[in-house]
């Protein structure tokens, strides 16, 4: 929306954009910012944007992997063999 620019701003220059001024995610994009380089013609917001794009692919892997935990875990346990006869005497 129209807030992108200002947000990218804000965490460019480690700054707070308007309240609530979103201080985690203008930590991880200023981190995000000075990791990805691609040349000397790469922008801020572009890099910030690849950033973008990594955090909600890992952040959708990390959901699935949660969801598939739960599932397997509220699976009801297969039933166990019934025990053996007793021997014959």
């Known amino acids: 929306g129209g807030d992108s620019g200002e947000l990218i701003a804000a965490a460019y220059q480690?700054?707070?954009?308007?309240?609530?001024?979103?201080?985690?995610?203008?930590?991880i994009e200023k981190i995000m910012c000075s990791l990805l380089f691609f040349g000397p013609r790469s922008s801020v917001a572009y890099r910030m944007n690849v950033?973008?794009?990594?955090?909600?692919?890992?952040?959708?892997?990390?959901?699935?992997?949660?969801?598939?935990?739960?599932v397997m875990c509220s699976r009801p346990l297969s039933p166990s063999p019934?025990?053996?006869?007793?021997?014959?005497?």
Request: hydrophobic share 40%; with cysteine.
């Open 82 to 89: 019934p025990p053996p006869p007793p021997p014959r005497l």
């Open 51 to 70: 950033g973008n794009a990594l955090i909600a692919a890992s952040t959708t892997g990390v959901m699935y992997l949660t969801a598939l935990a739960c």
């Open 14 to 27: 480690l700054g707070v954009g308007h309240p609530p001024g979103y201080p985690l995610f203008c930590i």
